[in-house]
């Protein structure tokens, strides 16, 4: 949850837990377990759980799924929950069945690599409003994935989401290139259009332990940031407790 009490805006660090699952299928072995990942890395302060059940059931499967949303509607009532997909796909079943806090929509194709781009306007907003309004009707929250161009917010706020997640990849691939500072100014900039169009900000695609707290210093009142990829290879060294402290601190040094 986004913490207000100091007056500034904690960023809420949401795990995503695709690569554990991604692992885990790689034998009929049941382990890394996906639910112990999480409780440790809620023990250890994490906000939210991310994972994005993809069509192919590469990483995260609806087991996982339904795993997850018993563990934290038992154990973890206050945290938030965020799934992942495309609505024109598969999301929308595990939003009906699940409720989760958050739906993020993500534009991907079913064979996709990986999450590498956000919706376009005005060409996808007719029809994400129905799908939006559906979410909603369920009392979830609706994110949509979006690239970081301060002109299409406006029409992300007409499709009736409530957030935006900037898709970071962009930005921490231009990490030590000559176009860097302009490339972090053009998020600054896609959030405050955001925001000027009453959506709230999240983040993440290859945030880091490296790039994270110059993201948040920079890109004004990010209320989450999901983080899997980097964060689980931390974690493979660190371990889950470790890593979630690193991360945790990455944010806190964004505040200071
Ligand atoms: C939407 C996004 O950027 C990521 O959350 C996505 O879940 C990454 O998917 P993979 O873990 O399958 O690369
Ligand atoms: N929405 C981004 C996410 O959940 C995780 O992305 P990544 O850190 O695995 O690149």
Redesign the pocket.
Known sequence: MTDFSSGGLRTAL?V?L??VALVRNTRHLGIPSVCTAATRCLQAGAQGI?V?PRPDGRHIRAQDVADLAALLRSDWPQVEFNI?GNPFQNLMDFVREFRPHQA?FVPDAEDQF??DHGWRFPEDLERLKPLVQQAQALGVRVSL?MDPEPAQMAQARATGAERV?LYT?GYAASRGRPDADAVLARYAEAARAAQAAGLQVNA????SRENLTDFLRAVPQVREV??????IADALELGYAAATQDYLRCIEEARA
Do not use: P, V, Y
């Open positions: 949401s995503n695709n690569k991310t994005h992942e993020t990986t999450s994935f997640e990849e993440g695609h290859d945030l999901s983080i899997g990829h980097a964060f």
